[in-house]
């Protein structure tokens, strides 16, 4: 439970420590984390200019952001209850399409931005 009387530095200490968390736990965070270094290192060896950067980071940050959302309702989701819920299992269901609405369009931003950035590199 959130408690107000917490200080910064321990609020984000305990966010810090449900990204790890997530990191350790959930393939999915992985996967996609795994995508983001990779989109990372292309955009820096096709030399991205600042709004490229700042867009692909917005993209990563926000489906990072979802896939940790997701986890979170599904692990609450379990800890109310185990028992089948068709309330809990459309819940689940549509947190798990908003990650992959958020996955489909940074997917899309990314190979627009890098695409081309590639064609320009590659042009003579």
């Known amino acids: 439970m959130s408690n107000p009387r917490l200080s910064w530095a321990r609020k984000f200490y305990l966010a810090a420590r449900g990204v790890a968390w997530a990191f350790r736990t959930q393939v ?63 819940a689940l269901d549509t947190a798990a399409g908003a990650v992959l609405l958020t996955a489909v369009g940074a997917a899309t931003v990314g190979a627009a931005i890098l695409g081309h950035r590639l064609l320009e590199w590659l042009a003579p």
């Open 28 to 90: 999915n965070f992985r996967v996609h984390l795994a995508l983001a270094v990779a989109v990372v290192a292309a955009a820096a060896v096709l030399q991205c200019n600042l709004v490229e950067w700042c867009v692909l980071v917005l993209c990563i940050t926000t489906v990072l952001a979802a896939e940790t959302f997701n986890t979170a309702l599904e692990h609450l989701a379990r800890a109310v209850t185990r028992e089948q819920h068709e309330e809990i299992r459309n």
